[in-house]
């Protein structure tokens, strides 16, 4: 039986350290602020903000949303948006993404700055993370896959990871960050040569690929760490989800494994919160 990495722990660990920092920045004037950008009202959207609310009210983090129609103009958007960035009581600027077609979505993540650009929307803030700059916030995925690892810990430096995926939103920042901690890092795809072949070299494997349970017990060995990244339609259970790992039969193999649900994903919320306490911080300096 391989140790279950529940996300709750972690996300509890550093929500009870934010509430501290909050109380103390509050104590010199400084009040952390988050502002959610939100055009239209996809309920997936409308889900991730729920939460992001009661956890903020938790925490004592203010926030604020901005909505607006899903027909909005493009020049009128890209006005609303440098409004929000300019605002000074705005440390941290989330916005659902992906905008709406008629949308330019680069032009308008590209006015978001990268002091308070909190899940890596901006290019410019995804170059500074590349480059090992740390001036710019990682997005909150690979961020909490991280916070996982270290509150476990499980140790990277000199340990052979290969993440399962290459987006800019999860795989590529995720190589980045293993490569920060001096991990010894490969990034596979779908159209990797032997791919399980090369999941099964990992001490770490981390699942992002966006496939459910593509990871079966053929990509994992004795003694791996696996955490999943991806959160899918469960294809065997109806109006459930799953991860990118087949959790029933890789599980009985590895050493540990994050499950889907509460794994990784109950802990993204507490990262965009503690990014917007760390920007507040920057900012006030």
């Known amino acids: 039986m391989a140790e279950v990495l529940k996300g709750k722990p972690v996300a509890d660990a550093i929500l009870a350290e934010l509430t501290k920092k909050i109380a103390e920045l509050k104590e010199r004037n400084l009040m952390p602020k988050l502002g959610i950008i939100r055009v239209g009202a996809r309920p ?4 991730y903000e729920g939460g992001v609310k ?3 009210a938790a ?18 958007f890209e006005k ?11 440390h941290g600027i989330l916005m659902f993404a992906p905008l709406p077609k008629h949308l330019n979505e680069k032009k308008i993540r590209s006015l978001i700055s990268v002091a308070k650009d909190v899940d890596c929307l901006n290019i410019a803030s995804a170059g500074q993370v590349y480059a090992d700059e740390l001036g710019a916030f990682p997005p909150c995925t690979p961020a909490a896959c991280m916070e996982m690892l270290h509150f476990y810990n499980i140790p ?19 190589a980045m960050l293993l490569l920060r901690e001096h991990g010894t890092v490969t990034i596979c795809h779908s159209r990797t040569i032997d791919l399980p072949e090369v999941c099964r070299e990992a001490d770490i494997l981390i699942a992002g690929v966006g496939r459910a349970k593509m990871v079966n017990a053929d990509y994992v060995k004795k003694g791996q760490v696996v955490i999943d990244v991806g959160i899918n339609q469960d294809p065997d259970n109806p109006g459930k989800y799953c991860g990118d790992v087949n959790f029933q039969a890789v599980e009985p193999i590895v050493e540990k494994i994050s499950p889907v649900p509460a794994g990784v994903g109950s802990i993204t919320t507490a990262m965009l919160c503690k990014h917007t306490v760390m920007a507040c911080e920057t900012l006030s300096q």
């Open 44 to 47: 997936d959207d409308l889900y």
């Open 156 to 174: 990277i430096k000199g340990r052979r990871c290969v993440v399962l995926g290459r987006s800019l939103v999860v795989g590529k920042p995720m």
């Open 59 to 76: 925490i004592g983090l203010l926030l604020q949303v901005f909505e607006y129609p899903e027909n909005i103009a493009q020049d009128v």
């Open 54 to 56: 009661k956890t903020c």
């Open 80 to 90: 609303e948006v440098a409004e929000v960035v300019a605002k000074k009581d705005i």
